[in-house]
């Protein structure tokens, strides 16, 4: 299983950007999928959560409540990050990964992570 996250970049506070991130899963619609990010310092955390199966379910922490949505694509293997009104706290790289549950917010209940994608806001 490979997870490729994109999308990442410079932007200015209050403006927008939308991740992606590719799965190599056979059957990705099977799976959990979140984001995490983790700021120079920080411990990786979570920010939303979308769950498997025909009842979709979300889940958000609540600094980006509002402000971001998650949403996948399973034609296209992809989950979405789309981030609105952007502040200079989220800064970080941005993590996706891959549950074997039906939806977790917790990082122990990722069996997969891709490689990260850099979003810079800046003030």
């Known amino acids: 299983v490979q997870l490729q996250a994109s999308g990442g970049g410079l932007v200015q506070a209050g403006g927008s950007l939308r991740l992606s991130c590719a799965a190599s899963?056979?059957?990705?619609?099977?799976?959990?999928m979140g984001w995490f990010r983790q700021a120079p310092g920080n411990e990786r955390e979570f920010v939303a959560a979308i769950s498997r199966g025909a009842v979709v379910s979300t889940s958000y922490t609540d600094s980006v409540k509002g402000r971001f949505t998650i949403s996948r694509d399973n034609a296209k293997n992809t989950v979405y990050l789309q981030m609105n009104s952007l502040k200079s706290e989220d800064t970080a790289v941005y993590y996706c990964?891959?549950?074997?549950?039906?939806?977790?917010?917790?990082?122990?209940?990722?069996?997969?992570w891709g490689q990260g994608t850099l979003v810079t806001v800046s003030s």
């Open positions: 899963i056979r059957t990705f619609g099977n799976y959990g």
């Open positions: 990964a891959a549950s074997n549950r039906r939806i977790a917010t917790d990082s122990r209940g990722y069996d997969y």
